[in-house]
C-alpha cells in the first residue's frame, strides 16, 4: 500500500511540474534572441521605430510591441504581434495586429538557429490576394535582421516591403 500511496503521489508532483510549465520545451525557445528592447533601423540608417520584445503568458508568447519613430498622415503607428510555437503543426505562427485596424496571420514558420522564416498565404489587400514572407536573422547578440517581403504570384517571387536592423538598446 505504502509503495502504491508513493507512486501516486510521484505521480501526481511530475504532472503537476509538467502542467505549470506547458511551454519548457526547447522548441520554445527558438524565437528568444528576439527578447529585449531595440531601436529599428531602416537600410539608409533612418530610425523606424522601437519595438520591446516580452516573453509572456506562462512562457508561451513572445510579444512584440512596436512604436513607430515618426507620424504619418498624423498617426504615430504601433502594433502588437504574438508569437508562439504551435505543438499541434509544430511549426511557429505571429499574429499582428496594428492600431490602423490590420492584422496579419502568419500561420506557418519555420525556426533554425538564429532564424526564424514565417509565411502568410492568404493576406487581402485592395488589389486582391498575395502573400507575405517575414524573416527574422540573428546578427550578433545586439543586431537583428527583420525582412518583410511580399509575393503577387503565389511564392514565385518576393519584393521587399521593409529592411530593417533591430539594435538593442543599451
Not at 30 to 38: E, H, S
Not at 40 to 64: F, N
Not at 105 to 111: D, F, N, Q, V
Request: charged share 25%; glycine share 8%.
Amino acid at each position: 500500500m505504502k509503495k502504491i500511496y508513493s507512486c501516486i503521489c510521484f505521480s501526481f508532483l511530475v504532472f503537476n511540474a509538467i502542467a505549470q510549465r506547458p511551454c519548457s520545451g526547447p522548441e520554445f525557445r527558438q524565437f528568444d534572441f528576439w527578447v529585449g528592447n531595440w531601436e529599428a533601423y531602416g537600410i539608409k540608417g533612418q530610425k523606424a521605430g522601437d519595438s520591446r520584445i516580452s516573453i509572456i503568458l506562462d512562457s508561451c508568447v513572445i510579444l512584440e510591441e512596436w512604436t513607430s519613430a515618426s507620424a504619418q498622415q498624423g498617426l504615430i503607428y504601433s502594433g502588437k504581434s504574438f508569437n508562439s510555437y504551435n505543438t499541434a503543426t509544430r511549426q511557429w505562427q505571429q499574429t499582428w495586429t496594428d492600431n490602423t485596424g490590420n492584422t496579419t496571420e502568419y500561420l506557418r514558420g519555420t525556426a533554425s538557429p538564429g532564424k526564424i522564416i514565417y509565411y502568410a498565404d492568404k493576406v487581402t489587400g485592395p488589389k486582391g490576394n498575395f502573400m507575405r514572407r517575414l524573416t527574422f536573422t540573428k546578427l550578433s547578440d545586439d543586431k537583428i535582421r527583420q525582412l518583410g517581403e511580399r509575393s503577387d504570384d503565389e511564392g514565385k517571387t518576393w519584393t521587399i516591403e521593409y529592411d530593417l536592423e533591430y539594435r538593442r538598446k543599451k
